[in-house]
């Protein structure tokens, strides 16, 4: 086998890393370890939010809607993703904030990859930002 290869399903890979799939989180060994970019594959229940809006963000993002109903607060604009493959890129220094209005999967890119980047997830915890 060839170390440098990895096949996964985004839905069982996701679950045990709080949906990253990809990063500077994953060990160095494994094909999934990155520092240029990080990927997640988000499933949200219906009404699922963020605990509280990412200010001073130091990565840009790209969240693509895969199914359901997904909110993207930013400062001045709701958007809001409805249709499959309806997207929304945000730069550096962007807060931002998000909804599952219905059952949601998105797909989220993040770049570079932070290491010690993290976001408080609002239970006193701090962990690998919880979504986009």
């Known amino acids: 086998m060839n170390d440098t290869v990895y096949v996964g399903n985004a839905g069982k890979d996701a679950a045990l890393d709080r949906g990253w799939l990809l990063g500077h989180f994953k060990d160095v060994s494994d094909p999934r ?78 770049w570079p990859s932070v290491p010690g980047y993290r976001v408080e997830d609002g239970s006193g915890e701090d962990g690998v930002s919880e979504g986009a």
């Open 33 to 110: 370890h990155s520092e240029a970019v990080e990927i997640k594959w988000g499933v949200h229940p219906p009404g699922d939010e963020r605990a509280r809006w990412v200010t001073g963000e130091a990565r840009t993002a790209l969240l693509v809607l895969i199914s359901g109903r997904f909110r993207v607060e930013l400062p001045g604009r709701s958007v809001l993703l409805s249709e499959q493959g309806d997207y929304v890129v945000w730069g550096e220094g962007v807060d931002h904030s998000w909804r599952a209005e219905e059952e949601s999967v998105v797909l989220t890119v993040r």
